[in-house]
Nanobody, 123 residues
Framework: QVQLVESGGGLVQAGGSLRLSCAAS????????MAWFRQAPGRERDFVAA????????YYADSVRGRFTISRDNAKNTVYLQMNSLKPEDTAVYYC????????????????WGQGTQVTVSS
């Protein structure tokens, strides 16, 4: 059973940076895609970024491309989301997700989820 534990959220001023971590366990993740989604109050869960564990290929939402970077550490079984130049509209609960196969941008394709970590960007 896949287990995902996020950490690294917090309060930051606009223009600042945060790094989120997602510690993954319960599987060998070489055949998996890992992703970050976010959900603001009253909104749907939106795709942020994804990475194919084996190849390291990355994918980004247009709203974060050039500001956010997703990466993975094979030795630590951990996925990261480096967030730079943060904006108030980035405020949301950020979720780590995993699925066997290729990355998609649809939350419904992901079967395993972490508990979420709050990111708040003040103006």
């Amino acid at each position: 059973q896949v287990q995902l534990v996020e950490s690294g959220g917090g309060l930051v001023q606009a223009g600042g940076s945060l790094r989120l971590s997602c510690a993954a366990s319960g599987r060998t993740f070489s055949g998996y895609a890992m992703a970050w989604f976010r959900q603001a109050p009253g909104r749907e869960r939106d795709f942020v970024a994804a990475i194919r564990w084996s190849s390291g290929n990355t994918y980004y939402a247009d709203s974060v491309r050039g500001r956010f970077t997703i990466s993975r550490d094979n030795a630590k079984n951990t996925v990261y989301l480096q967030m730079n130049s943060l904006k108030p509209e980035d405020t949301a609960v950020y979720y780590c997700a995993a699925r066997f196969g290729f990355p998609t941008m649809d939350a419904q394709d992901f079967r395993s989820w972490g508990q979420g970590t709050q990111v708040t960007v003040s103006s």
